[in-house]
């Protein structure tokens, strides 16, 4: 064990850079295990607990960059630290201002780029709200990226940003399309009539991918993250943001997505809905009963799921049904060989979700469907199917987010094969700005390796993936969809219809029909 | 750049009310050259048996060497002693008076010494009326600003006391006085930035002064001897540019409750700073060491920690705060690339206020240098002011041995922050 | 106080201070963006915040028992 601390003072690095160049570096010849990591106490106490502390590294300020490792065989050390110090110095001169610099504040940013309106935050959330204020201060709309930001400071700056006239998109808002310019985890979609307002990330982007792949395009998609519509924030952002899209001369309709919201944030919201003249579509996720499509009224309809609310826009744009809301007969084809192939004792559903709020729509379309569906969250287990949002933060730690890593995914998924009571594996994957570059290839062979393993124990597994992308996304959706059903999954673009054919491949029947009766 | 007062009623708090006074007066400083004399005549408080040092203040047994060299030097040059150990003698007695220089509206480079009988540049600051003083710059070589004190040196003095200082002082008095600002602007826009670079500021202060110096009743050998030593010294407009930053920065320490920096200033052991809300307190902490290039022979063995009152000069926005106008200095002082020397002008901009409206940079459209030293924005964003310097050989003596970059230590200004919090929450 | 800038009139010009993901994503594209050098402040001295806070709250003539 040769245990080596190199320490760069006053470096300082962002957490997804940081993770990558540990990644590269335990690819490296001689190197059995590395971390570069910044010297805080929590850092180091993480260092030290792998057994990869020494007294350099212990002497580190937050302020200095640890790179500690090790090697295989001693004398390696200069190799490993001489590459390390390429790669961070690789790549600095691009997005800077004249001639290269980077301003070191967001005061010396507008010194360079003059013309700025947006801030785009993702700094460690002890310092995010901070960040946020001084953006505001400076006349700067916010899209806040960061999350673990105290309710309270959530609420004050969205006090601010009104008193100022201001956006503040966020906290833990990780998507915002605007004007065409993708921002986030964004993707690349047609501009067009349809504007939206979110506080979920993954819910907007499953939406306007299925609206681009059906010709339908965007004003603005503005996010207002998770916690707006909950009792203290009160829809502040999202009533803005209703109000921007009302008086946008581009948006047509207004599409609203958010999980259930507090009673008078949901008050707040209808009643703003209701004196607009634009038609809108509120999609709070999972809502039953008298919430649910019976409340449409007049100019405000209503519907509870991702896949029901972009159907609903196409119809009053007076679009057909497309492609994606059904299964075709190739899909219903394997969906039947695949449950006869199957014992009936052996199928409950494995979900591994990188989009929480696509986790969060399964999971109540199954317990719709009369699932026994626990999120893992439970106090006590809930038996039967298990839909997990690997993108929480108790998977992260350490980890980047499993929309941009699919290692944890990838080892959860041949876990689950060996599993003889799971029978299907759900999966999401979401392409676009920010995420993988090629998600296919890093999921296909885990897919095929899980089937090997069912098959080896006399099992059939079914992998049932939701691919939410839009045509003109980085990664070639088509190439993506190829790739993946080569691999043996059964590849949909609609979320729900995802969930309900898991559901269908678990009892060994029919897949149900949106809002819950069958069709074979 | 002066506010209305309804513009001042806008400011959000009294700091920035008092930060923007205050930058007003730096701004607006018209430094002019209006006398040279000996420093007794035109230096009141200057007392008996007193001498003055660059730095925040340090007794005789913490001088560094080049300092007690230079203290020895001048103790001899004003016949308080006759011989070098006579001087040290009496240095360590006690019996002599060491001040800092800037509690006496005086700045001076490198060991930075005054002594009354000493000509000084007498530089008024015509808006506000306030002075400031620098002595004359002995040139290179053996000089007591690196702490020689040999008969040369001491002979040299007495020439520029008795020869240079009365020639110029009559071609100044002559031509009026002699306006420093323009030809610092226009000395930026050749390549100065006025701290180890100044031969163009050189060049234009002695086609100013050389008519006038002609015209005098200097005899024709004394003409020669004084136009071969300016021609001879391309600092010698170093000192009068550190004069006319202490007049502005003076003139913005007059303003209550501002966090600018308003002196920056190195005693060769320890490096102070002053801070506009809190007057003449000094903040300090020990001299770090200049990373830079060494004249060949010498190396980071050989160098004294970073000394002298020139740091002045980046507290106004100049030296190294300017870089990036002047690429001659980039190599000299071992910036890297002419793009290192753009990065620490920009880096500055990250700590200053505002850029200074007269004194400008041309290849950067015209850009005003960053100007206005913030402690907050020094302690927030962890950018510590960079100061070109010469670097001393820790040798009293031995002369300079480089140059390079210093950096003004944090510590001062973490200090400084806790007692400006102190101050503001206890009144 | 500074001018407000409106969001929706045009592309926007971005800002972006943390992971430098989303600015390789809007450079690539073209659209224009500049990348802070983001470090804690203060170099994660907490202290040494606390103080500039502190500084700031002082001064404030409106912050009678603000915290």
Not at chain 1, 170 to 188: E, H, K, S
Not at chain 1, 477 to 493: N, P
Not at chain 2, 259 to 286: D, E, K, Q, V
Not at chain 2, 301 to 330: C, H, K, Q, R, Y
Request: with cysteine; proline share 6%; net charge negative.
């Amino acid at each position: 064990m040769t245990v080596k601390n190199h320490v760069l003072k006053n470096m300082y690095r962002d957490s997804v850079a940081l993770m990558r160049l540990s990644q590269e570096m335990e690819g490296l010849e001689n190197v059995a295990q590395a971390t570069a990591i910044m010297g805080t106490d929590n850092n180091k106490d993480l260092l030290a607990q792998a057994g990869l502390l020494a007294d350099s590294g212990k002497s580190a300020t937050p302020n200095d960059l640890i790179v500690a490792f090790d090697l295989t065989s001693p004398g390696q050390e200069e190799a490993v630290i001489t590459s390390v110090q390429q790669r961070l110095m690789s790549g600095r001169q691009r997005t800077g201002g004249g001639a290269g610099y980077r301003p070191r504040s967001m005061e010396g940013a507008l010194q360079t780029l003059p013309q700025a309106n947006l801030a785009m935050i993702s700094v460690p959330g002890e310092h995010a709200a901070r960040e946020a204020r001084k953006a505001l201060d400076l006349g700067l709309n916010v899209l806040l990226f960061s999350d673990n930001v105290p309710l309270e400071d959530e609420v004050g700056l969205k006090q601010q940003a009104i008193s100022l006239g201001l956006f503040m998109m966020g906290p833990d808002c990780g998507t915002a399309i605007i004007n065409g310019v993708p921002l986030g985890f964004a993707n690349a979609v047609p501009s067009g009539r349809v504007g939206l307002v979110s506080a979920s990330g993954s819910g907007l982007q499953q939406v306007i991918c299925l609206l681009a792949e059906s010709g339908e395009g965007i004003s603005h998609a503005l996010g207002v993250g998770g916690r707006d519509l909950s009792g203290e924030v009160n829809g502040a952002m999202m009533l803005e943001g209703l109000r921007a899209l009302g008086e946008d001369s581009a948006t047509e309709i207004i599409v609203l997505i958010s999980k259930p919201p507090a009673q008078s944030a949901r008050a707040r919201v209808l009643e703003a809905a209701s004196q607009c003249g634009k038609p809108y579509v509120i999609s709070f996720l999972g809502e039953q009963g008298e919430h649910g499509k019976r409340a449409s009224r007049g100019n405000v309809h209503m519907e509870n799921n991702l896949e029901g609310t972009a159907l609903r826009v196409l119809k009053l744009l007076g679009k057909e049904t497309p492609g994606w809301a059904s299964l075709d007969d190739k899909n219903r084809k394997r969906i039947e060989s695949i449950i006869a192939g199957s014992d009936p004792g052996h199928r409950s559903i494995r979900g591994l979700y990188s989009g929480g709020t696509l986790c969060y729509e399964s999971l109540f379309i199954l317990r719709d469907l009369g699932h026994l569906a626990g999120s893992g969250l439970e106090q006590e287990p809930v038996g039967g199917d298990l839909l997990i949002d690997m993108g929480d933060d108790r998977y992260t730690v350490g980890r980047p987010h499993p929309m941009i890593d699919f290692r944890s995914r990838c080892e959860a998924l041949v876990q689950a094969a060996a599993d003889p009571e799971v029978g299907v594996v759900l999966l999401d994957v979401i392409l676009g700005y920010g995420a993988h570059p090629d998600p296919a290839a890093e999921l296909s062979p885990a897919i095929l390796e899980a089937q090997k393993i069912a098959r080896n124990d006399g099992r059939r597994l079914a992998c049932v993936v939701a691919l939410c992308g839009s045509p003109d996304d980085p990664q070639d959706m088509d190439q993506q969809e190829k790739t993946l059903t080569h691999a043996g999954a059964l590849v949909v673009h609609s979320n729900a219809l995802a969930a309900r054919i898991a559901s269908a491949i678990s009892r060994g029947g029919a897949v149900p029909l949106p809002g819950g009766d069958t069709r074979g | 750049m002066i506010l209305t007062p309804k513009e001042l009623t806008e400011l959000r708090n009294t700091i920035e009310e008092a930060n923007q006074a205050a930058l007003s007066h730096m701004y607006n400083a018209d430094p002019v050259l209006i006398d040279v004399a000996p420093a007794s005549e035109v230096m009141p408080q200057l007392g008996e048996g007193m001498l003055l040092h660059a730095g925040p203040p340090v007794q005789w047994p913490a001088m560094c060497s080049p300092m007690q060299g230079a203290v020895v030097g001048a103790l001899r040059y004003q016949g308080w002693a006759g011989t070098g150990e006579e001087a040290a003698a009496l240095a360590s007695s006690g019996s002599v008076s060491l001040q800092p220089a800037h509690d006496f509206s005086a700045v001076g480079p490198m060991t930075g010494i005054f002594s009354p009988s000493m000509p000084v540049f007498v530089v008024e600051n015509r808006t506000l009326g306030n002075r400031s003083y620098c002595t004359i710059n002995e040139g290179l070589g053996k000089v007591m600003r690196f702490g020689a004190n040999d008969d040369s040196v001491i002979e040299r003095l007495r020439w520029i006391e008795k020869t240079l200082a009365p020639a110029l002082r009559e071609a100044v008095l002559r031509a009026g006085g002699v306006d420093l600002r323009p030809i610092m602007a226009q000395a930026l826009a050749m390549g100065d930035e006025m701290h180890q670079r100044n031969v163009a500021a050189t060049s234009l202060f002695f086609r100013a002064i050389a008519p006038h110096l002609v015209r005098g009743s200097s005899q024709q050998s004394s003409l020669s001897e004084v136009t071969d030593f300016l021609v001879g010294n391309d600092q010698f407009f170093l000192n009068l540019a550190m004069a006319a930053a202490k007049s502005a920065m003076d003139a913005a320490a007059s303003v209550n409750g501002s966090t600018l920096i308003t002196a920056m200033s190195r005693n060769g052991t320890n490096f102070g700073i002053r801070i506009g809300a809190l007057g003449n307190r000094w903040f300090t902490a020990p001299s770090l060491m200049p990373e830079g290039l060494y004249f060949p022979g010498f190396t980071s063995d050989n160098a004294n920690p970073d000394m002298g009152d020139s740091a002045i000069l980046e507290t106004l926005g100049l030296g190294a705060f300017a870089m990036a106008g002047s690429p001659a200095v980039v190599g000299f002082v071992g910036a890297g690339t002419y793009r290192d020397a753009l990065n620490y002008t920009q880096e500055m901009g990250e700590i200053t206020l505002g850029h200074h409206p007269h004194l400008s940079i041309p290849n950067l459209d015209y850009q005003g240098v960053p100007s206005g030293i913030d402690l907050r924005k020094v302690v927030e964003t962890g950018i510590s002011p960079a100061i070109n310097t010469g670097i001393a050989h820790k040798e009293a003596g031995a002369g300079q041995v480089g140059a390079g970059i210093a950096r003004a230590p944090l510590e001062c200004f973490h200090q400084g922050l806790e007692a400006l919090v102190n101050e503001m929450e206890s009144r | 106080m500074a001018e407000k800038r409106d969001l929706l009139g045009g592309p926007p010009a971005t800002i972006n201070v943390g992971l430098e993901v989303f600015a390789d994503t809007l450079q690539e594209l073209g659209f224009p963006v500049v990348q802070v050098d983001w470090r804690p402040p203060a170099g994660g001295d907490h202290r040494l915040t606390d103080l500039l806070s502190r500084l700031e709250r002082s001064s404030d003539p409106n912050a009678e028992g603000t915290n």
